[in-house]
């Protein structure tokens, strides 16, 4: 019964995370100003959409897709994983891929197939540059994968609630932890957790899309034009810039209804992707801003 105890409690992470909005925040821009962005409820399974912000041409690169996280390289190489839920199996823990797409061709490879969440869990990711390493979470824990080898080994931190990571520039892997001394951002130089910010989240949430503090999470990481840390949250519905310091600065904040989940920033421009929630889940929508973070262009796709 060890494998339904983990299981059961694999997804009551997930669930708690996601039973409401169950957004992505998978959002990048390639260097031809080209939008790549997936999302998970379309159709019921997910899609993963191309967008052209001149000609305003929105078109799906694969059906059927349920992913939430994306990814892209220095060669415009997009990397996403999928995790599909299968019942009736027999430990029901489903399928999970890692994929390399290539836009030019769209070729997509598969670098990980999976049933095993100890092996691969296909929520929630990252990839290092040289393409060696894989990063996923599980049972609150961080799993470190060889792509070579296949071994998998779990790095020494406990996490209390793993939100989203991202890699920088120079491979410091970010990561939120919406529970973790009051919402914190922690970063993994390779040898050890830092904590960067504690406390970020306000202790008094009157704004928050969802009353439920369960449900109130940090969703994207992205950087800002000057490196620093950049957060989208649904308790204030914002985009927080994090300081070297570990203060925080609210560089934009969603209309009522909508929080930003996804944020990327490209050629002076910042792409937030942002989902809403009245008596149903609305979006995903499309906003740019400016170096100042004011809104130049807004795209809605009413999927």
Known sequence: MLWFKR???????????????????GIVVDDAGMVYFVEPMHNGTGTLWQFNTKTKELKPVFKDFHSHSLTINGLNQLHTAIAIWK???IEGEGHNYLFKFFPKTGKLDTLIFTDDWDAFYGGNFEISGDEKKVYFPMDKKLFERDL????????????????????????NLWITDSDYKGGSLLKYDGKEFIEYS??????????????????????????????????TENVENSIWEINPDGSKN?????????????????????????????????????IVLNQNFNEIERFEFGF
């Open 7 to 25: 299981l059961l409690t694999s997804l009551l992470l997930v669930l708690s995370a996601y039973s409401f909005g169950h957004p992505s925040w």
């Open 148 to 171: 070579e080898s296949g071994k998998v080994k779990a790095l020494d931190f406990t996490f209390k609630r793993f939100c989203t990571m991202t890699f920088d520039d120079h491979e």
């Open 250 to 286: 609210t560089c934009y904040t969603s209309e009522k209804t909508w929080y930003p989940t996804g944020v990327y920033f490209k050629d002076g421009r910042y792409y937030v992707m942002e989902f809403g929630f009245t008596h149903q889940n609305n979006g995903p929508r499309l």
């Open 87 to 89: 019942t009736g199996e």
């Open 198 to 231: 504690t406390r970020i989240f306000p202790q008094k949430r009157p704004n928050a899309i969802f009353e439920e503090q369960r449900h109130q999470i940090f969703y994207g990481i992205g950087f800002s034009e000057n490196g620093n840390p950049l957060l």
